[in-house]
């Protein structure tokens, strides 16, 4: 298969399928429905299995089980959706146990609205769960990434086990584009001998709990996982750099936004304005080095996001406030023109901006 | 010779629960029934959130802790990856009949085919003797200090009864573990459970009937009384559902 034209939510749904993902556990929920139907279509045809739970609780639960019992699973809702699987999220991290989930997000607060948002932003990096925790967090901003990281998301997850969030938007599950998947390269699952699946009577019997009463025993398991933590940020922290070398004004947006952004970027070189792009693809760990450095050469930062401005925070912390970090940003579904985006870069330029 | 001994799929570590609680009776049952089908090599066993929580520190297989109520959830997510695995819950009233009830229901309603072993001890053991789903009326708690009362605290839930209204339920049994013939129903029905998980026939609950002397402030004694005069004739002992629910080897 060369090149097909996908959905984003399909594409992801079929690059699972490719990564050896055999079990899918989910529950409807607009804008990301999509992913269900593929796999109960597609699952069977595989000798997999797509399971539609009584909830995105139950649904977490089942990859909770699924993922202690040591196959490829994942999970896919969008923004109240996720919120329900935080629970099951957080004891999967307390277990460090490797899943995919993906959160197609849309508007909220509460039942908000379907349309695209980047709202979830502070869940996703910050508290997709009680504990001391973090995911791994990637951001797709094309339907051939949104296939591309479904790959990582589950070789990352089974390298260092633990959860995998894939933060998309309703814009990015809902358009389609084309994707070569020939140009993927998809991971085996390693062996896992810490798995609970019937010890056979071949080795010792495997516990997976995240209960720990013994405050020393507890601090340690949270010690070893920050340990983990600090090696996911060594190794796998992505980023995208765009005409960033000699800009004066860098602009940082992730998934659909940055997309946006580019064009911002381009018309402000065509006008003679530095301008460049930063897109995170990780989230979480953040590119911070990345941003610390740029910040010695740039002039300026500004981030742009489908929210009131969420990551923006993380981009003062990382340029430490070297030099003055502004925020554009849309929300409730709505979503900025690139001519909106370069007006910003403009007002930058011209000191107008506050 | 008979030897009385302790089972094989029992670990020799010592419990953690109270005197006269008949968890222990539960476990060694569960234990005993698993040697006899011989499946220890390939059980996983999920624990739930109350004082069955460490069941994985006494059993020698597999185990899986769930987070409140999920058990039947995290059971389906083994059991569907792993059809050819023994896979049992072991939830208490709390757990399976309040915050999980959901999971219970629609894991039931599909016809999982997995064995939940449902402890019915009438109250939150673990927080201290709160009142659960199971709570007789009148019955006093830490949080229905007057007695349970139908128009304040609502009524209890009769597990056994409303599950076996469901088509994907093979077997629906309560049993009690207060005195010696209770206990040897108790195993039978047990392992029956579990047999029909092997014969692939859906979900199996055995409902037991448990003492809490040290929430319900009875001696042990006064607690296998208190089963006998008070518990079951509110929630009568017997077969609610037996039947192959979902097709057995048929499918295969």
Sequence with gaps: MSKVLIKGNEAVAEAAIRSGCRYYFGYPITPQTEIAEYMAKTMPKVGGLCLQAESEVAAINMVYGAA???????????????????????????????????????????????????????????????????????????????????????????????????????????????????????????????????????????????????????????????????LVEENE?????????????????????????????????????????????????????????????????????????????????????????????????SMPSSEDVYEQILAINGGMKK | MIVYKRPESLSDV??????????????????????????????VGIAPVGCAVFAYNYFECDFIEASHGRAPAVATGVKRTHPDKIVFTYQGDGDLAAIGTAETVHAAARGENITIIFINNTNYGMTGGQMAPTTMPGQVTTTSPYGRQKLIQGNPIHVCEMLSTLDGVAYAERVAVNNVKNVRAAKRAIKKAFQNQIDK????????????????????VDALKFVDEKMIPFYPLGVYADRNAMGGDEND
């Design chain 1, 68 to 230: 202690a019992s040591g196959v490829r699973v994942m999970t896919s809702s969008s923004s109240p959706g996720i919120s329900l699987k935080s629970e099951g999220v957080s004891y999967i991290v307390g277990c460090d146990l490797p899943c995919v989930i993906l959160n197609v997000q849309r508007g909220g607060p509460g039942l908000g609205g379907i349309q695209p948002s980047q709202s979830d932003y502070y869940q996703a990096t910050k508290a997709l769960g009680h504990g001391d925790m973090h995911l791994f967090v990637l951001a797709p901003s094309s339907v051939q990434e949104m296939a591309s990281l479904t790959s990582d998301a589950f070789t990352v997850a089974d390298k260092y086990r633990m959860p995998v969030l894939l933060l998309a938007d309703g814009a990015l599950g809902q358009m389609m584009e084309p994707v070569d998947f020939d140009k993927i390269s998809f991971s085996n699952p390693p062996e896992k001998p810490w798995a609970a699946n019937g010890h056979g009577g071949a080795r010792k019997k495997n516990i997976i709990t995240s209960l720990y009463l013994k405050p020393e025993e507890l601090e340690d398991t949270v010690l070893k996982r920050a340990e983990k933590y600090k």
């Design chain 1, 237 to 333: 922290v992505r980023y995208e750099e765009y005409l960033c070398g000699d800009a004066d004004i860098i602009i940082v947006s992730f998934g659909i936004t940055a997309r946006i952004s580019k064009s911002a970027v381009n018309e402000a070189r065509k006008n003679g304005i530095k301008a460049g792009l930063l897109r995170p693809i990780t989230l979480s760990p953040f590119p911070s080095k990345k941003l610390r450095q740029l910040a010695d050469t740039a002039s300026a930062f500004l981030s742009v996001e489908l929210n009131m401005g969420q990551m923006v925070n993380d981009v003062r912390l990382a340029t430490e406030c070297k030099k003055p970090v502004y925020f554009y940003g849309r929300t409730g579904g």
């Design chain 2, 201 to 220: 026939k859906g979900l199996s609950i055995v409902e037991v009937l448990s003492t809490c002397p040290t929430n319900w402030g009875l001696s042990p």
């Design chain 2, 14 to 43: 010592p419990m953690h629960y109270c005197p006269g609680c008949t968890h222990g009776i539960v476990h060694r049952l569960v234990a005993e029934v698993i040697d006899e089908l011989g499946i220890e090599n390939d059980t």
